[in-house]
Structure formats: structure tokens, C-alpha cells
């Protein structure tokens, strides 16, 4: 028989800062549950490209957004919005920005 088992975003197993972006990663049960907190301004091609030096997000997201807005727009030009309580999938090949004024959070589950 298992355990059950609890852990808190309060305290990560892993915390990464950058530029405008806080990522809090959690792991439990063999999966990885990511918490990302995107400020204002945030955007993908201006903050993470350069560092990671691919043209586009090359990741692969299954996410579902806590509060703010994030937006994200295909290599072929498809775009989308998402908001509190949304759930999307965003393949590889993308950029994505923070819409509005407020942070937007979300979660994310790394498979």
C-alpha cells in the first residue's frame, strides 16, 4: 500500500529566478508540478532567448493559469490568450508574453 503524501509551493524542492520570471518546482509522485510567476512586460523572446539561444520556446506546456493573463503566438502565427482557470497546451515552437498589468501565474505540469 502507498503513502499519501504532501509538499507546498511554499517550500520547492527547486527555485530558478530570471529576468521579470520566478519558477517554483515542486516533485511529487514522480511528477513535477511548476508554479510560474511572469510579471508585467515579461516575454519569452526578450528574457529566456537569449539565454537559452533557440529561435523559438522549444518546450512542450500542459498548463492552467491561477491568475493574470499570459498570451502565446505559434511559429505559424496562431495565437491565443489565456486567463484565470484556462487550461492549454502550447507546443513546441512558440513565443509567450504576459498580457496586462498584473503578474500572470501559472501551473504547470512537466511531463
Do not use: N
Request: hydrophobic share 35%; glycine share 10%.
Amino acid at each position: 500500500m502507498g503513502t499519501i503524501t504532501k509538499k507546498s509551493f511554499d517550500r520547492p524542492d527547486e527555485t530558478m529566478d530570471g529576468d521579470k520570471q520566478k519558477v517554483e518546482v515542486v516533485a511529487l509522485g514522480g511528477i513535477k508540478l511548476k508554479k510560474v510567476t511572469a510579471e508585467p512586460d515579461w516575454q519569452w523572446s526578450k528574457h529566456v532567448k537569449p539565454v537559452v539561444k533557440t529561435d523559438s520556446c522549444e518546450r512542450d506546456h500542459l498548463l492552467y493559469v491561477i491568475s493574470g493573463r499570459l498570451a502565446s503566438r505559434l511559429d505559424d502565427g496562431q495565437q491565443e490568450e489565456f486567463g484565470p482557470s484556462e487550461i492549454a497546451h502550447i507546443p513546441p515552437g512558440h513565443d509567450g508574453w504576459t498580457v496586462g498589468d498584473e503578474p500572470a501565474v501559472w501551473l504547470e505540469i512537466l511531463h
